[in-house]
């Protein structure tokens, strides 16, 4: 409503006031329709008053979303963000799982997703309040962890790659573009001692598989097995199992050859190049194929504030909004509209940003049951203390 409209209606009340005072009584006016123009400023502002605040709990992962995204949506919501964090998706689990409430958005990702969903700790998503939802990429929605993205909307993704020295393997004679410089002992033990790969087994027997040609997310014993095999054959060439400090041993020149996360490898390449180190760090996609992890953003059950997380999710699918984060770590988006914004040379990176048919080879991993679960466990610790 205008300030000119919001006078004619005081002073027409005003007049009504008088009118009654001096014991007058005078027929109403018939009731003029307002102007389309006004109503239309009275939606509007309806609309304006309506828009959520208040705080927002967010529990994300650790530097998972650039202070300037942040300040941006503070100030349109006049709201808080409060960030709590975790290093894992078995440390959020298990935070929930012992009965954590109040958090309004959590970013799981997928496989985490799927058990949220199970265990019924999500509430559905309005779509209606999503508007921004046309932005996202078609081929990371409505997948088998969602059907129809009734309760989870894609926030960033990273994949499980090859990272390595560019000059320590060109002396090595050796082209690490596929997972047998890792797994085959006669190619990986030419740089015996400084190779490093996650702590992770998931990670590490997700690429076995890959390695050896079967599917990541085999349920089968004898896969597992096969993988086991694997990796205690590739162990003597490996210098550790390492998921905290891999970043830093890379940048430093420590190790030449690991497997990691696109966005670590990310950051290593820009620290090496910060200590105006001589070599680079590369990250290439295996040319069997790699497992995609895509962090989605979901709202608790508990959540205090549910219509500011709506708006949350819808603000961080605007382009400008979800390409701040890529151009902070290096983390792939799933945001189509987003691309116009992120940089070229992060756009360049094609561990993260890979054409079409490498698209195809990227896998998302799935929830183990219960039985592989303690078989993969128990093959794990074999190959740890052997």
Request: one cysteine or more.
């Amino acid at each position: 409503m205008t300030a000119h409209t919001r006078r004619a209606l005081l002073a027409a009340a005003l007049c009504t006031a008088l009118l009654a005072a001096c014991g007058k009584k005078e027929e109403p006016a018939p009731a003029k329709s307002a102007p389309a123009e006004t109503k239309a400023e009275a939606k509007a502002e309806a609309k304006a008053e309506a828009k959520p605040t208040g705080t927002l709990n967010l529990y994300n992962w650790n530097n998972y979303i650039a202070p300037e995204t942040v300040e941006r949506f503070e100030k349109e919501f006049n709201a808080k963000i409060v960030q709590t964090f975790f290093s894992d998706n078995e440390e959020m689990l298990a935070k929930l799982a012992a009965g954590a409430t109040g958090y309004d958005i959590i970013v799981p990702t997928s496989n985490a997703l799927e058990v949220l969903i199970k265990k019924g700790d999500l509430q559905p998503l309005d779509h209606a309040k999503l508007p921004n939802l046309k932005n996202m990429k078609p081929e990371l929605l409505d997948t088998a962890f969602d059907p129809g993205n009734k309760f989870s909307v894609p926030y960033a993704y990273s994949t499980t790659v090859i990272g390595f020295n560019d000059k320590r393997m060109k002396a090595a004679g050796m082209d690490p573009r596929g997972f047998e410089v890792l797994f085959d002992p006669k190619i990986a033990c030419k740089v015996k001692g400084h190779i490093t790969v996650l702590d992770s087994p998931d990670e590490v027997f997700s690429a076995a598989f890959i390695y050896l040609g079967i599917d990541p997310n085999t349920t089968n014993n004898d896969d597992y097995k096969k993988a086991a095999e694997a990796i205690k054959k590739a162990k003597p060439c490996w210098a550790a199992f390492n998921s905290s400090s891999y970043i830093k041993e890379m940048s430093a020149g420590n190790m030449w050859l690991a497997l990691g996360y696109s966005v670590d490898f990310f950051q290593a390449n820009q620290d090496a190049a910060a200590a105006k180190q001589d070599f680079k760090i590369v990250s290439v996609i295996p040319t069997q194929g790699a497992v995609l992890s895509v962090d989605n953003m979901v709202i608790h059950k508990s959540a205090p504030n549910p219509a500011l997380a709506h708006a949350f999710i819808n603000f961080m699918m605007e382009g400008q909004n979800a390409a701040e984060l890529s151009n902070l770590i290096g983390s792939g988006n799933a945001n189509a509209a987003a691309m116009e914004f992120i940089k070229p040379e992060v756009k360049a990176n094609v561990s993260v940003f890979p054409d079409a048919e490498t698209m195809k080879k990227l896998r998302q991993l799935r929830l183990l049951p219960a039985a592989q679960r303690q078989e993969r466990g128990r093959l794990w610790t074999e190959i740890k203390v052997r």
